[in-house]
Every structure is written in C-alpha cells, then in structure tokens.
C-alpha cells in the first residue's frame, strides 16, 4: 500500500508544521480525496507523530495473525445455537470467548445461518419446506 506510506509521511509534516488534526485532515482530504486513509488511521498515525515517534513504519508483530474463527469455535457456536435458537449473539460471545463480531461472521458465513424473528435458522431450505412452499403458490 504505497499510496498509504505517503500519506502517513504527508501527516508527519503537518505535525512539524504544527497543524492542528484538523488542519492536517483537511488537507489529507484536499490532496487524496476518495483515495485516503480511515479518519481512525489517520488520528491513530497523527498522534503517534504529535507524541515525537517519527517511524513511519508500522510496528512489528509477533507471530501469526490470531483468528477467533478457529475450528473448535465455530463448532462451540453451533452447538450453542443448536441447544437454544434464541440465544443472544452476546451471550454466544461470552460463553466462547470471541468477540460479538466474530460471532456473528461465524453464524452467517461459516454456519449460513441468519435471523428470523428472534431465531437463527438455516438459510437454506430443506427438501420438505420447499414442497410445502410449492403448494402455497
């Protein structure tokens, strides 16, 4: 992400020109436009430079990236919705351990399930529920 390195040497000169975050992000915007970073990153890197560190490079991490969407969990979470439809995203998030957000991209994308009334149900329809919404029609 070249375009990103720029920008973040572009907020380190308005730091030593004393521009104020908003001075800074007005002028971020005037020259990026669409193409710039999240307002978030931005005031993340801001003050980072306003707090005298002048790397521009993002700070090493250690080991591999963590992911909550590990096996056992997504398998937890089915089990927790199997044993009570109308269980809370938060309480499902408290009783595996992952966050709210993790919880929900596991129901919708690893388990295709979303919520009906309160309820979460398979996206799909069986063989005999696609019978009998035939014979309503």
Not at 8 to 24: G, N, S
Not at 47 to 61: H, I, K, L, M, T
């Amino acid at each position: 992400m070249q375009g990103n390195m720029e920008q973040r040497y572009a907020i380190k000169f308005c730091v030593k020109l004393k521009k104020t975050k908003q001075e800074a992000y007005g002028l971020l915007k005037e020259a990026y436009g669409d193409e710039r970073m999240s307002q978030a990153s931005f005031y993340r890197w801001f003050n980072r430079f306003s707090e005298g560190n002048e790397q521009v490079e993002d700070e090493p991490r250690s080991g591999a990236p963590k992911s909550a969407r590990k096996e056992e969990n997504i398998e937890e979470v089915q089990r927790l919705v199997m044993q009570d439809r109308r269980i809370s995203v938060r309480m499902i998030s408290e009783a595996v351990g992952i966050s709210t957000g993790t919880v929900e991209t596991v129901l919708t994308e690893d388990l295709k399930l979303h919520k009906v009334c309160s309820k979460f149900v398979p996206k799909i329809l069986s063989d005999d529920q696609k019978q009998f919404r035939g014979m309503l029609h």
